[in-house]
């Protein structure tokens, strides 16, 4: 496996690294001081205009819709191993992905559309989704399930004729507040008495849709998380054409596995954006801050922390990388194992360091001093997004202990001639 960059992701790492230092940084305050006066004046989900701003600049850069491999629609995509020490950069801002069209959840959206939808519902949703000009929603889990098992879905989708019923509560629907969002990707039963994995479907759902409810915010350890959120929605007899089911009937869990490895990847790839700038930041406080006499930084249990937080982020961008590779080289079912494994270590390293970094800036580590306390929101929220960390220990260990089966030999069968 060969990691080194390409010339043209050096060449984009070099540029983006500039954007960032240039537009991204410097506006950070800004950014929260425009979402604090849209909440204020009772709108904290309207979009910044600071973004707004920044799109233009990022596309006329070459920096857009870097994250979609293979699509004739985005020719600017990168591969998986290209595109992580990207989108590692953008990870470092929680916002910044959605200046360069590379956040979630409109990046899983766009690849599932790309993958599995018709050209028509391309041309009418991914189309304008690849230009920045609306934005998306995914509805999968809901509150009423243990939704960390897909097949758990309770949620209805019946055929009316030429059209498709839909009937449940979904939550969680990160992105469903922006005022942009104009469609959903919604999983649900077609047929409750098919084979366990062959129930569910995915449907593509104009949000205006009648029926369509968005029932409350979720809060994120008392974040809001606005302009971007996590809504409660309620969808009752909403009515769809039966063209905008994905593939067919019976193919949703095939296809939410699709969706959810290029997903999980990119989560992992910013968590270390994350766990790199927390690290920086916590070295910059231990060097600038002096308690009984000496920089905190002479402290050997700080220097502890920062070797193994280094030695930490270290083996889990590794791990990313080789994940990266592997879904490149032999795909996303063969990369099961090392995505999974990459989705329990990235956000627990990254919650380690970051809470190290808090712990290094004390109060303000807490407060909205940093950039510390909402990116620890997030990367906690992650153990849990995409599958719980149990769910998908669950999985190495039956993949690992499969390779140690004893298995009884294999017979062979006799070879017989017929009469």
Request: proline share 6%; glycine share 6%.
């Amino acid at each position: 496996m060969d990691f080194a960059y390409s010339p043209r992701v050096q060449a984009l790492r070099e540029r983006l690294l500039a954007f960032m230092e240039e537009h991204v940084y410097p506006n950070e305050e800004r950014y929260e001081e425009e979402v604090a006066a849209n909440r204020a004046a009772g709108n904290p989900w309207q979009p910044t205009r600071l973004i707004e701003e920044l799109k233009p600049k990022a596309r006329a850069a070459g920096l857009w819709n870097l994250f979609l491999p293979n699509s004739p629609r985005a020719p600017e995509g990168l591969s998986n191993l290209e595109y992580a020490p990207l989108c590692e950069i953008m990870g470092r801002v929680p916002w910044a992905a959605e200046v360069f069209n590379c956040s979630a959840p409109d990046t899983g959206n766009m690849e599932t559309l790309e993958r599995y939808a018709s050209e028509a519902l391309k041309d009418r949703w991914l189309e304008p989704l690849l230009r920045g000009e609306i934005r998306s929603a995914f509805l999968m889990t809901e509150p009423e399930v243990a939704s960390s098992d897909a097949t758990n879905i309770q949620c209805r989708i019946e055929r009316d004729g030429d059209h498709y019923v839909i009937n449940g509560r979904k939550w969680w629907s990160s992105g469903a507040g922006d005022p942009r969002c104009a469609v959903y990707i919604v999983m649900g039963k077609t047929n409750p008495d098919a084979p366990r994995h062959a129930q569910q479907s995915m449907i593509v759902v104009p949000a205006d849709t009648p029926g369509i409810r968005v029932v409350r915010a979720l809060s994120v350890f008392g974040y809001d998380d606005a302009p971007h959120g996590h809504m409660e929605i309620e969808l009752k007899d909403v009515r769809v054409p039966a063209d905008h089911i994905l593939l067919g009937e019976g193919r949703g869990f095939e296809i939410a596995q699709g969706r959810l490895g290029p997903g999980r990847i990119h989560h992992c790839m910013r968590s270390i954006g994350a766990a790199e700038r927390a690290l920086e930041l916590m070295c910059r406080r231990l060097n600038e801050r002096v308690a009984f006499g000496q920089p905190i930084a002479a402290q050997t249990v700080w220097q502890e922390r920062i070797a193994e937080a280094r030695c930490m982020i270290e083996q889990a961008r590794l791990l990313v990388l080789k994940a990266a590779y592997m879904m490149d080289t032999v795909g996303n079912k063969a990369a099961r194992a090392e995505i999974a494994m990459i989705k329990v270590v990235a956000p627990n390293v990254a919650c380690q360091v970051l809470d190290w970094a808090i712990q290094a800036y004390g109060g303000a580590g807490v407060s909205q001093v940093t950039p510390l306390a909402r990116s620890y929101a997030n990367q906690r929220t992650l153990r849990l997004a995409d599958g719980p960390d149990e769910v998908h220990r669950n999985a190495i260990a039956k993949l690992e202990l499969a390779k140690h089966l004893v298995r009884a030999p294999e017979v062979e069968m006799p070879i017989t001639r017929g009469c």
